[in-house]
């Protein structure tokens, strides 16, 4: 799955997490499911949106979260994702 490998790879890139180190959750959700607001943090969104939440460990530092943010991104985009469908959640 491009969705898969595009997280990983900014897992991999900005926070230096093992290439064979992969835990992963996707679930899929129908477009009356997602309540998102179309304009929400000033995007125009889609419904077609693919968010992407990562736990991220106290030990990561604040350049790192950064550069995760930035290569999780690039790396939707070139997958085919729209920018403005991308939504990067860190907790």
């Known amino acids: 799955m491009k ?3 595009a997280v990983h790879s900014g897992l991999v ?9 992969l ?3 996707i ?3 129908d477009s009356d499911e997602i309540i998102l607001a179309p304009f929400f943090s000033g995007v125009n969104r889609s ?7 990562v736990v991220i460990l106290l030990r990561r530092t604040e ?3 950064l550069a995760l943010f930035r ?3 690039q790396h939707t985009i070139q997958a085919g ?3 403005d469908g991308v939504m990067i959640a860190l907790v």
């Open 27 to 29: 679930p899929l959700f």
């Open 81 to 83: 994702f729209r920018a």
């Open 63 to 65: 350049d790192q979260k």
């Open 71 to 73: 290569q999780n991104a």
């Open 13 to 21: 890139e900005a926070c230096n997490v093992p290439p064979n180190s």
């Open 47 to 53: 419904k077609d949106v693919f968010v992407i939440e």
């Open 3 to 5: 969705a898969s490998a």
């Open 23 to 25: 835990f992963q959750l």
